[in-house]
């Protein structure tokens, strides 16, 4: 198993073109929030957009549009209940603030039956395939599941150890053909052939909403066209190191996910010098 440093990092990332435009650095959709989690879609958006996607649509409720309006003027929007046309974006996230009633799984099933581009799954989008099973064989190949230690044994069943649960891992990410970033101390990042340990980020972190701010990233980079193992573990290495660079100015205790956020410009720099 490798144990990622910076110079790993470097070696992985593409710097932009100078003539490149908008359109070369992909369109993300993600499809996230409701009428008692926009914050979850807010930061999610914020931190896809501050990780380089080119452009960014956001599937919400029509009625939370106005909280887009004001936080994130850059998103572009699409209502869930209309009928979108999902073919002009290169990838889409799906799970953080959208809930567990039946309206939030109906939205998977659509969304299975819509998708043949790998995906970001990511909190309640978890949580619906852990108690359906079955879906999780419908995944696109290559899609990224992004559990925390609970919603792994959800998924996957209870578990006495970390390396348990990264055994576990690289069986199922092989079997399912899929990515599987286990969130944690020391995030664990395998597709059943690569496994990698991150060795960025730290006890900040744990705080609500890190993980939505995950999700963003790494969907930047898939939109950006990295092949999925690349952009889950960039996206795991740049989130961790903005989080250290955010000790320079706040505590572990008060870093919120939103200074993580404004660091990721830092992080990027950092990985580039």
Known sequence: MTKLDIHSIQKLFKKRLPDSHKGSHGHALLIVGNHDKMGAAIICVKACLRAGAGLVTVNIPKKERLAIFAAIPEAMIEFREDRNNREKYNTVAIGPGIGNDESAKNLLKLVFSSLDLPAVFDADALNILAENQEQLLKLPQKSILTPHVKEFDRLFGKHDSESERRQTAKIKAKELKLIIVLKGHNTFISDGETSVENTTGNSGLAKGGSGDALSGVITAFLAQGYEPINAAILGV?????????????????SMLISDVIENLGNAFKKIQN
């Open 237 to 253: 290495y740049i989130h961790g190191l903005a989080a250290d660079i955010t000790l320079e100015t706040q505590s572990e205790e």
